[in-house]
């Protein structure tokens, strides 16, 4: 059980917007969930998500002991680029979430996982056996997953000291200044809403370079090389710089992005936004070293074909366009 005091000369506002501010782990549609299953009282009665605070109200928060999901392995094709006794590199397909949630249960790289290979690593808690880092569900590429702990924790390391190389290929909107740059800005989650990261100097510390490989009408494709792995620290670093991913709803780049463009140039990237449902982001290769043999291993993949589709369609619009 959590109990908060209203703090003296608290302004009225909503219970439910009071304390997702005051408990950061607990967006606001959890909190308005625990509201309506009566978890949450005020001065020991039940209350509304529209309650306004008052100075010294006394409010109760019980948690309910989440139920232990059940992982089941499920018949859904990998794309495995390799694999040993000890590890597998998979190209992750966009769409595909990475290990089960709660609200996220099935058709997980974990279910496949546990269809495909008997035995994973068992480092991190049970929902994600193997997982030693972690694609978005709409970001496409590869990612490396541990079959044994000893495999596992010498992974795990060599991100930590940042010794695994991994390349990414994004197409941001508009032209960049520079042609090549490094980012190096704290992230943090937004307490306004917990699915973002925001630009924090209170957050963990997040280095992204990149390098610009083609200028397009209204858009660039960018090399990116992490040197962090903050969760959607290329989205979020991207957008602070005014050049969002195309297509990612979450941080401006589907159409807040064209609503300053020129009548012509906003049906371009109209049609634009019709090819890339999902942000247009792929981990083009993983470099690392062979936790057991020690050999250095390299991987690259190719442009997803939706990704391969849109650039080939932005060439063919550039006739008449001059960088």
Known sequence: MIEIIVPQNKQKERIDKFLTHELSDFSRSRIQQLIDEEKITINGFPTKANHRVKTSELIRIVI???????????????????????????????????????????????NALLYYCKNLSSVNDYLRPGIVHRLDKDTSGLLVVAKDDVTHRRLAEQFMNRTIKREYLTIVWGLMKEESGRIEMCL?????????????????????????????????LLKIKLETGRTHQIRAHMSHLGHPVVGDPTYGGRHKSILGLSQKDRRYGIQMLKMMPRQALHARCIGFIHPISQKWLYFESELPNDMEALLKWIKSNDVNFQA
């Open 64 to 110: 309910p002991t989440p139920k232990k999901l059940e992982l089941l392995p499920q018949n859904i094709p990998l794309k495995i680029v390799f694999e040993d006794t000890h590890l597998i590199v998979v190209n992750k397909e966009a769409g595909m979430v990475v290990h089960p949630a709660f609200g996220n249960y099935s058709g997980t790289l974990v």
């Open 188 to 220: 943090a989650r937004s307490r306004k809403d917990r699915t973002k990261m925001i630009i924090q100097s209170e957050g963990k510390l997040a280095i992204t370079n990149y390098q610009v490989l083609e200028d397009h009408r209204i858009c660039s």
